[in-house]
């Protein structure tokens, strides 16, 4: 559900550690005045991969927003680094990625790099918070295999690829017929409602 | 076969965003909006030369495929995003980012669209001039971008 702009909700982002990662002084800017306006203090501005790579090593880090950076997708490449030898915990870290524009020939580079979320540019504050909140409380696992190390790309509930399963726990996509009949409404309200007993 | 590690790590964000004190969501917005409208004084000059740097690098198109070319177009159109928002010009955003996709279409396709890309020029510099709320002028314009674009619609072979 979208984050309302008018909402009374609270959230507190003071003491969190962010690592931003933008090339264009603009684009820098504008993700400053974003996330300060969120309330964060503390923050690593990186305009280079291996500015953020030092930091990275050297520094624990809660939030990272990493910008694609170029056509060539240098920061899609960050993310790849930061999940395999970033070290932990920093490996673990959420990550937001930012894109201009994610040319057709990027996109499976961009899904497949490790990021927890990737918003498209032009970036706004409700946006921004609703993907940093959208992280914090979702509880989605952590893969690591040779091919991809990042949170689980299935995330949506749509069922395996292509309708194969290929996880051990992916069910088949063809429903079985009913093992047992079906329970009365009775039975039902009896798993949901209160009920006294006496023992 | 290789083997598969999964788990759930625990982010320290999670128990800070929920730490007392901190800000309301339309308190943050509010202040976060107040700050990026700070920047709209820095921002004219870089979209105004951006426009002249997308016209010029058009400036040099031949009349064959030159995908060198292209890649810098499309460089220059990409540094275009986020600056006319931030001058509250929606539908110029629009229009670079349609930039952008036929640029990246016309790459990946090895096609020359030189009418195609100069309409965009066009109405790059028709919605700058145009005042913000001009929306009903603004939406015909998008629309025939929209078409220019799908003329190089890269079909799914999945």
Same mark, same amino acid.
């Given at each position: 559900?979208?984050?309302?702009?008018?909402?009374?909700?609270?959230?507190?982002?003071?003491?969190? %550690?962010?690592?931003? @990662?933008?090339?264009?002084?603009? !684009?820098?800017?504008?993700?400053?005045?974003?996330?300060?306006?969120? !309330?964060?203090?503390?923050?690593?501005?990186?305009?280079?991969?291996?500015?953020?790579?030092?930091?990275?090593? #050297?520094?624990?880090?809660? @939030?990272?927003?990493?910008?694609?950076? %170029?056509?060539?997708?240098?920061?899609?490449?960050?993310?790849?680094?930061?999940?395999?030898? !970033?070290?932990?915990?920093? %490996?673990?870290?959420?990550?937001?990625?930012?894109?201009?524009?994610?040319?057709?020939?990027?996109?499976?580079?961009?899904?497949?790099?490790?990021?927890?979320?990737?918003?498209?540019?032009?970036?706004?504050?409700?946006?921004? @918070?609703?993907?940093?909140?959208?992280?914090?409380?979702?509880?989605?696992?952590?893969?690591?295999?040779?091919?991809?190390? !990042?949170?689980?790309?299935? #995330?949506?509930?749509?069922?395996?690829?292509?309708?194969?399963?290929?996880?051990?726990?992916? @069910?088949?996509?063809?429903?079985?017929?009913?093992?047992?009949?079906?329970?009365?409404?009775?039975?039902?309200?009896?798993?949901?409602?209160?009920?006294?007993?006496?023992? | 076969?290789?083997?598969?590690?999964?788990?759930?790590?625990?982010?320290?964000?999670?128990?800070?965003?929920?730490?007392?004190?901190?800000?309301?969501? /339309?308190?943050?917005? =509010?202040?976060?909006? /107040?700050?990026?409208?700070?920047?709209? /004084?820095? /921002?004219?000059?870089?979209?105004?030369?951006?426009?002249?740097?997308?016209?010029?690098?058009?400036?040099?198109?031949?009349?064959?495929?030159?995908?060198?070319?292209?890649?810098?177009?499309? =460089?220059?159109?990409?540094?275009?995003?986020?600056?006319?928002?931030?001058?509250?010009?929606?539908?110029?955003?629009?229009?670079?980012?349609?930039?952008?996709?036929?640029?990246? *279409?016309?790459?990946?396709?090895?096609?020359?669209?030189?009418?195609?890309?100069?309409?965009?020029?066009?109405?790059? *510099?028709?919605? *700058?001039?145009?005042?913000?709320?001009?929306?009903?002028?603004?939406?015909?314009?998008?629309?025939?971008?929209?078409?220019?674009?799908?003329?190089?619609?890269?079909?799914?072979?999945?």
């Amino acid at each position: 559900m979208a984050l309302e702009p008018t909402s009374r909700g609270r959230f507190n982002l003071e003491k969190a %550690s962010i690592l931003m @990662l933008e090339a264009n002084g603009m !684009g820098m800017d504008i993700l400053v005045q974003i996330v300060t306006g969120l !309330g964060a203090k503390s923050l690593y501005r990186c305009n280079t991969v291996e500015d953020a790579q030092e930091v990275v090593r #050297h520094n624990n880090v809660d @939030l990272i927003i990493a910008d694609a950076l %170029s056509p060539a997708g240098e920061g899609y490449e960050f993310v790849s680094w930061l999940r395999t030898q !970033g070290g932990e915990p920093n %490996s673990f870290a959420p990550v937001v990625v930012t894109a201009a524009h994610t040319p057709v020939s990027m996109v499976q580079k961009a899904r497949d790099c490790g990021a927890h979320y990737i918003v498209k540019k032009p970036l706004t504050p409700i946006v921004m @918070l609703e993907r940093i909140l959208w992280i914090a409380r979702e509880s989605r696992p952590f893969i690591e295999c040779d091919a991809y190390v !990042g949170p689980d790309r299935r #995330h949506k509930n749509e069922g395996p690829p292509d309708g194969k399963p290929r996880r051990r726990d992916d @069910l088949p996509p063809e429903v079985g017929l009913a093992q047992e009949p079906n329970m009365s409404q009775d039975q039902v309200d009896g798993l949901f409602a209160a009920r006294k007993v006496s023992l | 076969m290789s083997s598969v590690r999964i788990h759930r790590p625990k982010y320290a964000l999670a128990g800070m965003l929920r730490k007392p004190g901190g800000l309301t969501v /339309a308190h943050a917005v =509010e202040r976060a909006g /107040a700050n990026l409208d700070g920047l709209q /004084a820095e /921002a004219w000059p870089q979209l105004d030369e951006g426009l002249g740097q997308v016209e010029a690098i058009y400036s040099r198109y031949g009349q064959v495929f030159d995908d060198a070319l292209l890649a810098e177009h499309y =460089e220059a159109a990409v540094r275009l995003i986020g600056l006319p928002s931030l001058c509250g010009l929606d539908a110029l955003e629009n229009a670079a980012h349609s930039l952008c996709d036929l640029l990246d *279409r016309l790459r990946t396709t090895g096609k020359l669209d030189r009418d195609g890309v100069g309409v965009h020029i066009q109405a790059l *510099r028709l919605l *700058r001039n145009l005042p913000a709320e001009s929306g009903e002028v603004a939406e015909p314009v998008l629309d025939g971008l929209r078409r220019v674009r799908e003329r190089h619609a890269i079909l799914s072979t999945g």
